[in-house]
């Protein structure tokens, strides 16, 4: 199975700064259609997670442009340009290339 | 609007079977594969497993590989997940997710499971 570990696990961030969260995989994730498939997930407290960015750098439908995604192969990037309150909950990488799809271990976002 | 709505949670002991079901509404459901993500107590995120559209495809986490079964009924609109000989370690909130080109574009709320004697 492809592993994949992000840093920091928690962040304490001061509203309008930004913050950066890594994610690497065990293995390339670039798929043999030519897609990377690396998903970012959000779970705010309490709900369930929705989809913020897919194939490292697209954004999903609704998702503000703050958040951003970069990189290839197996080190990618999530960047929130600006922190709002409502950032705050635990993000999580996911890799859709090879079965079984595998997460990351969450980092945890707080406001400072 | 997309909705996709859990239910069939509940405690039961080890050993014994729990049937999940998500109802599925807004969307045409017959069109997309669907997915089970687990969440245990105050961990991370663990995909289960995932159906295609048709039915014709299941795949499993090694962790719940012959166990659970995936399946749905398109007339339905409704995704299942037959849990067997459940563990302690089963225990978690399960939720359904629509699948899209290899993304998690909707998901529930979630059903809780706890396996405990």
């Known amino acids: 199975d492809i592993v994949m570990t992000q840093t920091p696990l928690s962040l304490s961030v001061t509203p309008g700064q930004p913050a950066t969260i890594s994610c690497k995989s065990s293995q390339s994730l670039l798929h043999s259609d030519g897609k990377t498939s690396l998903c970012w997930y959000l779970q705010k407290p309490g709900q369930p997670p929705h989809l913020l960015i897919y194939?490292?750098?697209n954004r999903f439908s609704g998702v503000p442009d703050r958040f951003s995604g970069s990189g290839s192969g197996t080190d990618f990037t999530l960047s929130i340009s600006r922190v709002e309150a409502e950032d705050v909950g635990v993000y999580y990488c996911?890799?859709?290339?090879?079965?079984?799809?595998?997460f990351g271990q969450g980092t945890k976002v707080e406001i400072k | 609007q997309v909705q996709l709505v859990e239910s069939g949670g509940g405690v039961v002991q080890p050993g014994r079977s729990l049937r999940l079901s998500c109802a599925a509404s807004?969307?045409?459901?017959?069109?997309?594969?669907m997915h089970w993500v687990r969440q245990g107590p105050g961990k991370g995120l663990e995909w289960v497993s995932l159906?295609?559209?048709?039915?014709?495809?299941?795949d499993y986490a090694e962790s719940v590989k012959g166990r659970f079964t995936i399946s749905r009924d398109n007339s339905k609109n409704t995704l299942y997940l037959q849990m067997d000989s459940l563990r302690v370690e089963d225990t978690a909130i399960y939720y359904c997710a629509r699948g899209e080109s290899r993304k998690l574009g909707a998901w529930g709320q979630g059903t809780l499971v706890t396996v405990s004697s």
């Open positions: 996911v890799q859709s290339t090879q079965p079984p799809w595998t």
């Open positions: 194939e490292v750098s």
């Open positions: 159906i295609w559209y048709d039915g014709s495809n299941k």
């Open positions: 807004g969307f045409t459901f017959r069109n997309y594969g």
